[in-house]
């Protein structure tokens, strides 16, 4: 990366966990961009965790990269996929603080996820992790390829927008004391709260198109033209930092990026075979609905934390009728076919197993 600084000027220190936020439309070069910044932070010794890729599977074009053959590389999927490669991973629910530190490069890419609402729930875990790390010995630089992703990722587990947004933001400003770097690209420039345009150590701008700077950024075009804004080439951008120096820069082409219409998973000679699909708890009313993963989880809260149904409704805020409902449940489907098809559906190790524990 090479930044020729107009006004002001510093050195971008990429053993810092800074927060990179890039604004620019579609095909402009932003996942580029996150893709060179993370070689960077690799550069340094430290951790690259790529989230919410598109469709297609552009995270997995890592494993084509110089970076993947002397690094050490872990593909994570939902936990209703089995994937048959060469590549070692792991299923989300599997992923532990010590991957973090154990591996060099983690790819969450979204057809290794039966579908996008598995995605976006599951990834949850994931993130729910990051929280946890309150020590490290190196950096994670997380890649979020789209700034909504992560915004509706987290509604999946939050009450409401509002509450999603909240979750998210903090996720961002709080970053630096879970050891975490942010790479994060976004459409437009309102798409992100103001809360975390604040706390950006960083804000990249690419081509605006006819659209042009938004008006909280339009004194730029006191420093550069704005026809470099409306049109410019895909390894090109404008810089700015939290502490008001105003560049341009460049950076090289990525050779592995992904390209559009072509096949990673057939090139790569990755197979995905996913299980049946999870169901989620549904809102209905006042009432939300006991999803698969729940499920689940009651049934480790009373057999493996040896909880009762009492204590196990005050932790997930239930009533224990409900608890006794799911373990009920549980019960009559091992009675019936021999095993409970919903903790199967969703990874859990007691899916043979009598609840009969009596508390």
Known sequence: MRVGWIRGGERIDFSRPNVFLTLG?????????????????????????????????????????????????????????????????????????????????????????????????????????????????RLVNVGVREAANLFHSRLKVSDNQVAAKSDATYLIRESRHMGLSMSIDTLKFTSVDIDI????????LKSQGVTGLPDDLSFLYGFIEPHVFR?????????????????????SEIPWH??????????????????????????????????????????????????????????????????KGQIDRHNEAIKRVGFCSVCKRAGGQYFRDQATRIL
Request: glycine letters at 8%.
């Open 25 to 137: 439309t579609r095909g402009t070069g932003k996942s580029s961009l996150l893709e060179h910044i993370a070689e960077l932070y690799l550069q340094e010794g430290h951790v690259i965790l790529d989230l919410f890729g598109s469709r297609d599977g552009e995270g997995l074009a890592w494993l084509r990269s110089p970076w993947a053959q002397d690094r050490r590389v872990l593909l994570i999927c939902g936990d209703n996929a089995d994937l048959i490669c060469s590549y070692p991973f792991k299923r989300i629910s599997q992923i532990r603080l010590s991957d973090l530190e154990g591996n060099d490069i983690l790819i969450s890419a979204s057809p290794l996820y039966s579908s996008p609402t598995d995605e976006f729930t599951q990834v949850n875990q994931l993130i729910n992790l990051l929280y946890k790390r309150l020590h490290w010995k």
């Open 197 to 204: 345009r604040s706390v950006a150590d960083y804000l990249i």
């Open 231 to 251: 049109k410019m080439p895909p390894g090109n951008f404008v810089i700015m930092s939290w502490q008001g120096s105003i560049g341009v820069g460049a950076f």
């Open 258 to 323: 992904k390209q559009e219409r072509e096949d990673l998973l057939r090139s790569l000679d990755i197979r995905i075979e996913h299980s049946e699909e999870l169901k989620y708890g549904e809102e209905r009313g006042t009432f939300k609905t006991i999803g698969d993963e729940e499920h689940t989880e009651i049934l480790k809260l009373y057999l493996n934390n040896k909880l009762s149904m009492g204590k196990i409704a005050s932790l997930k805020d239930r009533s224990p009728a409900s608890v």
